[in-house]
């Protein structure tokens, strides 16, 4: 055979060998993708109703109950009106810049308002309502795993599904550990801090902090109630110093509304920590859905 | 003559001086007042509280069993208060929660 035939032969039969494996790797993707895509459309059935229901039902269950504090509040006013009232108050609020009356005014409250039992109660609800997000992630990961079960049928080994509940489940965590991590680096901490949560409780704790240099008490507070609480007292720095009148009503009033105003933000943040979480879930699903395509389709 | 007078005024000072340094009872804080449903309607008759601006229904307010008070809201809502004494003749009062 002359060297010209045989590079020719030769050529062609790399170009068919690489032509075949090409076509197999090919196919293999396609198959891949396939049953990847339909894996993933089985699991968002199911996901995607349960996260509606939730992110309608949930963050107002959640805010059940947030206005207590400000209702105690309401009851006391009488004892933050003498603070905010008394000569010495008035008079070290008037030698300061307004943002500081703010401060001063928002410390005078934080005293009044606890905040560390207002991080309890918000941690107490986190947990009731987590503890209801798990139960129904659960029944979510069966069905799921029942219909990916049927699926997979004939494809290799028997699906296993206690073994993918727990997998989906640890992939939740860590996007949740991840996105706390970034939150802290970036100097936002969050009211979950170091502890150790449930993962539907973290995601609800998700919460961030109020973030001051300048007042030690705030910041024990979620950011939502300190930026309600700082539009009211910048209105109230700027009022109460000269007004006569009932004073306890007057705050009280405003109490009442701030009540209501924190409730609202309240729905809104745990609606916003519920898409997130759905948010997981759902590239969990989808990670685990790609895992058992590679596992269970091959060249052939 | 004058010097009599003058000892006399300095070891009447003198004597009178432990007197004014003497140690003073502390002042003592007014009790709580005894009737708490009173002192509750009398605290909270001009209160707003969350829900939409409510106002405590003051012919509602009675002691519970436990020592705690009941009330009713405008909006009909039933709530129930702990009251703490503070011991400068002022209550405390607690977290309203709804009651059963």
Not at chain 1, 214 to 219: A, N, Q
Request: hydrophobic content about 40%; overall charge positive.
């Amino acid at each position: 055979m002359d060297r010209r035939l045989f590079l020719k032969e030769a050529g062609m039969a790399g170009a068919l060998a690489l032509l075949g494996g090409g076509g197999l790797f090919a196919r293999r993707a396609w198959a891949r993708g396939k049953l990847e895509e339909q894996l993933v459309g089985d699991a968002l059935d199911t996901l995607r109703a349960q996260a509606d229901e939730e992110e309608r039902d949930f963050p107002a269950r959640a805010a059940e109950g947030i206005r207590r504090p400000f209702a105690g509040m309401c009851l006391n006013v009488a004892t933050f009106c003498d603070e905010i009232s008394a000569p010495r108050f008035q008079e070290k609020l008037q030698r300061l810049p307004p943002e500081e009356r703010e401060d001063q005014l928002l410390s005078a409250f934080c005293r009044c308002l606890e905040p560390d039992r207002v991080l309890a109660f918000l941690r107490q609800k986190a947990r009731d309502v987590g503890k209801e997000l798990d139960r129904r992630w659960d029944v979510s990961c069966r069905e799921v795993a029942r219909r990916w079960g049927e699926r997979l049928q004939g494809r290799g080994p028997d699906f296993d599904a206690e073994d993918f509940g727990r997998q989906v489940t640890e992939l939740v965590r860590d996007s949740l550990q991840r996105s706390a991590r970034r939150a802290a680096k970036a100097g936002r901490p969050a009211v979950l801090g170091d502890t150790q949560e449930d993962v539907g409780a973290s995601a609800l704790l998700l919460v961030p902090l109020a973030k001051t240099d300048r007042l030690e008490l705030v910041k024990q507070l979620p950011l939502f109630v300190v930026r309600v609480c700082r539009r009211l007292f910048a209105e109230v720095a700027g009022w109460y110093e000269g007004r006569r009148g009932n004073l306890h009503k007057q705050i009280s009033g405003q109490l009442a509304d701030l009540g209501d105003r924190v409730a609202r933000e309240f729905e809104r943040e745990v609606s916003r920590r519920l898409v997130d979480l759905h948010g997981w879930q759902e590239q969990a699903v989808r990670v685990a859905a790609r895992r058992q395509a590679e596992a269970r389709v091959g060249y052939l | 003559m004058t010097k009599r007078v003058v000892a006399g005024v300095l070891l009447l000072g003198l004597s009178l001086t432990p007197l004014a340094c003497r140690p003073r009872k502390a002042r003592e804080q007014p009790p709580p007042p005894a009737n708490r449903v009173e002192y509750f309607k009398q605290k909270q008759a001009e209160t707003y509280l969350p829900n939409g601006r409510q106002k405590v229904v003051l012919d509602t307010v009675e002691e519970t069993p436990d020592g705690r008070i009941r009330y009713q809201t405008t909006d009909g809502q039933t709530w129930v208060v702990e009251m703490k004494p503070t011991g400068d003749g002022r209550y405390k009062f607690g977290w309203p929660e709804p009651a059963k």
